[in-house]
């Protein structure tokens, strides 16, 4: 018997619908591999087993009724029927915690289940757990949890990437073929690239966020990770589409074209012909890492070869993005995270029995640094004299950085196509004393969050032995497009070997001797802390 | 751009309603500055006619018929309280408390 968990969805649903595999069977591999390995992974947050099994056993049954009653039946049912999925803990579950990875939500227990959540128990999707993130997704490490770090399966000393790091690494350990995560600077297509898997950040108003903890409200977006592209798509299209819960989720139709992208490399290298791609040359600056950049460029060679027209472009504003970002997220998450006051839920420290005193403990005590580095980014940006000068200004380079964008599609561009991270994954630790070492490394994806575009990162080769991600991003509402052109990306190389190449640790997540991710970041700020903080990006 | 003394950052801590110890006081100082320095690129760019951006995708007013439809239970609503008095939550005392905040 083959394994489990090296299938991919859009393998499964075929097998589940002749009854070839149950969902019981390939939820209880999956389950196996991460509980196995979430002691030296740390990828969950919380494995939910029997309520997996459970509707594992529902899907069979769904399956089995489908069966009897026809092949239209069987047609109906959407492909995650019987798959298991893994969802970030920031993901409403009813009856299940959504910690956000902040001690603050610790114990808090849904009462309602998120747009997302109730999408896919619709499809028949299995709830594998909940997986580990930054505190409030605010991190591009992962380390900023108030759990613990995950590691990252390719190089467990290293860092999976952030925010949404445990549901890229549980995706690349194969512990489940599809998670979702969100993306507010670059949180699902920064981890994907750093653990070697696809993830897509919708445009925003794709996805209902309903039931979805809030960082910065006008950049949030819910997307898709998963092992190649047809999964990403399938997935993203079991949980896309307007909800009157949300009122920033837009009444624009899921094409249903998502579901069937080719499975023919052929056919699905020739949607390159004649397709525009734009190469922005502020994307390839001092900073980034020359293995990073080569595989980026034999990406789009290889693309230029198999039909495409590939130029160069201008994005003027791009060095203003970090800046422009770091201003707007803290503002909009301080006001955001001003609902966490100990009254309605979550942790509330009462010892003083004075409202303001406790409502600083709480806070004080609830938040972890980072959290709490940006509230006073945010506060101060906001605050009386300081608006004009900070969010004001912010906001009127956002309209500049979209207009660059805009001028893009103008032009008649189909993508624009860019490194995902200037650097590989780099060492657990490594950047933790230095916020803004760490904030470079969004410096190519949050661009794209400000203008409110879809982008995905797909595997692009190796560079001293760790993934590099290529960032495809495209207009508003062009998903479709953008998971075509990816997936014919991924059909060119499809006997690369790079693709063969698993990640090369995963072997020692087995090993219950095996350090945890907390135990080897420990080991390496303690050993680094003399010199301050590692290479910035 | 503006430079952050100690006092200002105690003053946006509690602006937040952060109750932040002297170490982490002390540490934000410097991040916060360091942080603030990159900031200033921004005043390179002449924006004076430039029209601000708040959201990204072109929706009008969102509405809908005011209709009564199912929502959480007053049970549901207070499940996660840390403190609750039959259909309550509790707050600590407001008033007579000292310092009225900024």
């Known amino acids: 018997m083959t394994d489990l968990t090296r299938l991919h969805a859009h393998e499964m649903s075929p097998l589940l619908r002749v009854g070839e595999v149950s969902s019981r069977a390939l939820t209880e591999a999956h389950l196996a591999a991460a509980e196995r390995q979430n002691h030296s992974l740390n990828a969950w947050l919380v494995i939910y087993r029997t309520e997996a099994l459970a509707q594992a056993d529902a899907a069979d049954r769904r399956l089995a009724e489908a069966r009897r009653t026809g092949p239209a039946a069987l047609a109906a049912l959407h492909p995650l029927c019987g798959v298991p999925v893994g969802l970030k803990d920031l993901v409403s579950v009813k009856g299940g915690q959504a910690t956000a990875g902040s001690k603050i939500l610790a114990g808090y227990i849904a009462p309602f289940d998120s747009t997302v959540t109730a999408r896919l128990r619709q499809a028949g999707a299995v709830i594998l757990g909940k997986t580990n993130m930054d505190e409030f997704a605010m991190g591009s490490s992962t380390e900023h949890s108030a759990y613990g770090p995950t590691a990252n399966p390719w190089d467990l000393t290293r860092v999976p990437g952030g925010s949404s790091g445990g549901s890229a690494a549980a995706v690349a350990a194969f512990h489940v073929p599809l998670a979702i995560g969100t993306d507010t600077g670059g949180s699902i297509r920064q981890p994907a690239s750093m653990c070697g898997v696809v993830g897509m950040r919708p445009t925003y108003g794709r996805v209902s966020r309903y039931g979805i903890v809030a960082f910065a409200s006008s950049l949030d977006q819910i997307g898709p990770f998963g092992r190649d592209v047809r999964d990403a798509a399938i997935l993203l299209h079991a949980v896309s589409g307007h909800d009157r819960r949300d009122a920033t989720s837009a009444p624009i139709p899921v094409p249903p074209e998502l579901l069937s992208l080719p499975d023919s490399d052929d056919e699905a290298a020739s949607y390159l012909r004649g397709r525009r791609i734009a190469l922005p040359r502020e994307y390839f600056v001092e900073g980034m890492e020359p293995g990073v950049a080569a595989r980026v460029r034999e990406a789009v060679a290889a693309m230029q070869a198999a039909g495409a027209k590939v130029e160069e472009v201008s994005l003027p504003h791009t060095d203003y993005g970090l800046a422009t970002y770091y201003i707007i997220a803290p503002a909009e998450c301080s006001s955001n995270l001003a609902r966490y006051d100990g009254v309605k839920y979550g942790f509330a420290d009462r010892s003083s029995g004075e409202f303001i005193a406790d409502y600083l403990r709480t806070r004080g005590a609830g938040f972890g640094p980072e959290v709490k580095r940006r509230i006073m980014l945010g506060t101060y940006a906001l605050s009386a004299g300081y608006y004009d000068a900070y969010y004001l200004k912010a906001q009127k380079v956002r309209t500049l950085i979209k207009a660059d964008f805009d001028a893009v599609w103008a032009a008649g561009f189909d993508s624009i196509c860019a490194p995902t991270s200037p650097t590989v994954a780099f060492p657990l630790g490594a950047k933790l004393a230095d916020p803004v070492a760490m904030y470079l490394i969004d410096a190519c994806t949050l661009p794209v969050n400000m203008a409110g575009l879809p982008g995905v990162s797909v595997p692009a080769g190796l560079s001293d032995g760790l993934p590099v991600g290529l960032q495809i991003v495209g207009a508003p509402w062009s998903e479709l497009s953008m998971l075509r052109l990816a997936r014919a990306y991924e059909a060119i190389t499809a006997r690369a070997t790079w693709r063969a190449v698993e990640p090369a640790e995963l072997h020692l997540t087995d090993d219950p001797t095996t350090p945890s991710p907390a135990e080897r970041m420990t080991r390496h700020t303690q050993g680094a802390s003399a010199t301050g903080s590692g290479g910035q990006a | ?102």
């Open chain 2, 1 to 102: 751009m503006a430079t952050l003394s100690r006092a200002d950052v105690e003053h946006v801590a509690h602006l937040a309603r952060l109750g932040l110890t002297e170490e982490e006081l002390a540490r934000l100082e410097g991040q916060l500055n360091h942080i603030l320095d990159q900031y200033t690129i921004l005043t390179m760019l002449d924006t004076e006619h430039i029209p601000p951006t708040a959201q990204t995708i072109e929706l009008a007013n969102i509405l809908r018929d005011d209709v009564v439809t199912p929502s959480l239970t007053t049970d549901e609503a207070l499940s996660n309280a840390p403190e609750r008095s039959g259909d309550h939550f509790v707050v600590p005392a407001i008033l007579g408390g000292g310092e009225g905040g900024a």
